[in-house]
């Protein structure tokens, strides 16, 4: 999904960019992280966006994403800075990417983390202390945490599937808006931890339904 800034001829923007940048004073490091202080995204936007108003020029940004499904059934997300001039003329920077967490909250945090990282590459912004090494470490630390959870609840759904009488199977897929045919290796390795968790759930239940000890 990485792919390079796309250029466009911008001018006036080019032009007005310079003079906000020349502007741009960077954010206090209000937050306070695992390897030191840093800038969040909200110190990254008013820092922008008081550059902007002390330049006087007419830019604006947003951001937005894009989503993709990988060859191995993730969903990938990337985040894209849009700066905006009134003339017209627009550049869409492509930022960082980050997956599909297996909770709300954690997709919440990676698409945070990855706005706040895309807004600092756009506009030129410091928002760590030289550690986005670190910082990344990290991230990556806890996508592994939560894809070796993900291991483990599926290894517990298979287990149980075993258990859980034939009759009964199409009633526990059925939890998720699937069928029978979808309990295999192949299938159920693809599963997030949420829709494993649901259908450990129903088998757990279907098993204790049915008497078995």
Avoid at 67 to 83: F, M, P, R, S, Y
Avoid at 123 to 146: M, R
Avoid at 152 to 167: F, G, H, R, S
């Amino acid at each position: 999904m990485n792919k390079s800034i796309e250029w466009q001829p911008t001018p006036e923007l080019n032009e007005d960019l310079v003079k906000m940048q020349l502007s741009l004073v960077q954010p206090a490091k209000t937050k306070q992280g695992h390897f030191g202080p840093y800038a969040g995204l909200d110190d990254i936007d008013r820092a922008v966006r008081s550059a902007i108003k002390a330049a006087e020029v007419p830019l604006t940004y947003n951001q937005s994403t894009s989503t993709e499904l990988t060859a191995n059934g993730k969903i990938t997300h990337q985040v894209i800075t849009n700066i905006i001039h009134s003339s017209g003329e627009t550049l869409h920077i492509d930022g960082v990417t980050y997956e599909q967490g297996s909770t709300p909250a954690q997709t919440l945090a990676n698409l945070t983390y990855a706005k706040r990282g895309s807004l600092s590459a756009a506009f030129g912004v410091v928002a760590d202390d030289d550690d986005d090494g670190q910082a990344i470490t990290a991230l990556k630390q806890e996508q592994i945490n939560q894809e070796n959870m993900r291991k483990a609840i599926i290894a517990k759904l298979k287990e149980k599937l075993k258990e859980v009488p034939k009759e009964k199977l199409p009633q526990i897929f059925a939890t998720s808006n699937m069928t029978e045919k979808h309990n295999n290796n192949s299938d159920l390795d693809k599963l997030t931890a949420a829709q494993a968790s649901v259908l450990a759930g129903a088998a757990i239940f279907a098993i204790n339904d049915a008497g078995i000890k």
